[in-house]
């Protein structure tokens, strides 16, 4: 008898979903994704007859179930929920594809890790629709960071894209996006957000398609170029539902829109969004001096792990104090941050600089400073068997700081320019005690960091 409930409820689960998008028979899969159905340049996306053979299983009249629609609403009204709000600026094209189905029962399948992900999401939603409407962009862009790393910040794939949208190191380069020692401005949730939607505008312009800047955003611009001329060559349609292109992008922009439309329609899909207020999840507070993690932490009052949630960008337990860095700390915790950033009393550094000498092992540095050689090593990013040579610079415990130096947090420990030698001279600037040495703002003023979509800066990713 369970087994028939499990199965009815998946059928039901299909018979929503087939119902949502105007084509597609495919099954949920155990895997993400599973082979496509052979397709080849030229090729129309596949018909199928929409609840074919799921009367049985429900009491859903399919034929009143098209395409997802979003309730009407007054667009002059300011909505107090995000989701609302986000709706209200849907404006790319719908796509309708067999995959566009496939992959709403595949998120469908797994309402848990759906429900975990948007939570994850609910700390840098309100910013990225903010920046998208500011630029005027179709606001279901900010489901994308959901397909790339699962709002993961901190997220690293095998082809070494890293951060919330999924940078690898070439195109972040292309887009000022610093990748050094001390942070990684992929991971950086103002500047990475700002970054991915400059890139993905210029891909925009380039195409006059969302699908195809996507698909680009994946790709690469100039491979869907040249799968556009060629199929523009044959006399094909040229819109992305008839490129041929390699599996990964296939699914990629599919999972997209499957999506928008679990959001556009959650009660349709028997989904609960976890409520999002349409207000600021974070401030940004400059800082003046370098500064522990775990110190700006405690200044805010709040678990590391949330901390760095927000901060995910630097890659040792230091914010650095030669230039000007910011701390992000939820709105209702700015307060707190800036209040007790003045009444403390003690250094707010843990770490000082020392430079390896000939013939220094690691053992032995870690033996003189009194912290272990393993934890040593991960905050320097060195890898086991590295043997760092004279004149490299290390972070070490500065005086009795050894115990929280031992605590520090790993940050970055897959980090390729992390065990390379040398590594460049780390400045931790001034080291002040508490007082005026942030200033406060009600919105993040990091710099936005944009530039040109360099031709042939392709963003292949791990799959998703």
Known sequence: MQSIARRFAALLCCAVALAITPAGNAAADDSDPPPPPAQTGGTAPIAATAGTGLTAVSSIDLSKLGTPSVATVDLTTESSDLWT????????????????????????????????????????????????????????????????????????????????????????KDFSLDQNWWVDERRDIVASTNAALTYLQALYEMHGDWHLALASYNWGENAVARAVAKNKAAGLPTEFAYLSMPQETRYYVPKLQALKNIIANPQLFGITLPPIPNEPYFVSIGTRGGMDLHTAAQLAEM?????????????????????????????????????????????????????????????????????????????????????????????????DAVAMAESAPVLAPKLSFASQAPAPAPRLGKQPRGGSTARHSSKASHASKSGGAKAGAHHNKHRK
């Open 85 to 172: 709000r986000m709706r209200q600026g849907f404006a790319m094209r719908d796509l309708s594809m067999d995959l566009v189905t496939d992959r709403q029962i595949w998120y469908l399948a797994r309402p848990g890790a759906l429900r975990n992900t948007l939570e994850r999401g609910r700390k840098y939603l309100y910013f990225i629709v903010e920046e998208l409407e500011k630029r005027g962009m179709p606001t279901e862009l900010a489901l994308l960071p959901m397909v790339e790393s699962a709002y993961n910040p901190m997220a690293y794939s095998p082809a070494r894209a890293s951060g919330l949208w999924q940078f690898i190191p070439s195109t972040g």
């Open 303 to 399: 678990p590391m792990k949330d901390f760095l949630e927000l901060n995910p960008s630097f890659n040792r337990p230091v914010i650095p104090g030669e230039s000007d860095h910011h701390v992000i700390v939820p709105k209702d915790k700015a307060g707190t941050f800036v209040t007790n950033l003045e009444n403390h009393d003690r250094p707010l550094l843990s770490w000082k600089t020392y430079t390896v000498e000939r013939g220094e092992r690691v053992e032995q540095i870690a033996a003189r400073f009194g912290i272990s050689p393993t934890k040593l090593r991960e905050v320097n990013g060195l890898a086991p068997r590295m043997r760092p040579g004279p004149g490299y610079t290390l972070l070490v415990p500065s005086g």
